[in-house]
């Protein structure tokens, strides 16, 4: 199965759980979210990975041998935890849990609905 991008969504989204994850700031995948006013079902999760990359100004604030060790096990409040997931009414979306805190009233990261995608339907290459 092959997936292309369809469109990029990039928008705050809030998700729902059956079972409350035991680490907010290491969460599984939502069993449901809700976006642009329509709720969706998570049927299946194709796939998940993580990315405890530093961006911008943090990027620079840490010695390169305890950097290296964050981009392996994360540092308090950098990465981002990835899932691509079947809704039930058939849609293939990426989204993703941004562990940064919004501001020092806000110290949960946030959940994001990062981009659709669809089958690729073009025939494959023969050999």
């Keep these: 199965m092959t997936l292309k991008p369809l469109r990029f969504i990039g928008k705050e989204i809030q998700v729902g759980f059956e079972v409350k994850p035991a680490l907010e700031k290491k969460p599984g ?38 950097a290296a060790k964050a981009r392996r096990r994360g540092s308090w409040g950098v990465g981002r935890f990835y899932f691509r997931v079947l809704t039930t009414s058939g849609r293939i979306f990426d989204l993703y849990y941004d562990r940064a805190p919004k501001n020092a009233g806000h110290r949960k990261g946030s959940w994001f609905l990062d981009r659709e995608l669809g089958l690729d339907k073009k025939p494959a290459e023969k050999d």
């Design 29 to 66: 995948p939502p069993d449901s979210f809700q976006w642009d006013g329509q709720d969706f079902r998570v049927e299946s999760v194709f796939s998940e990975w993580q990315d405890f990359g530093r961006r911008g100004r943090m990027a620079r604030n840490m010695h390169p041998h305890n």
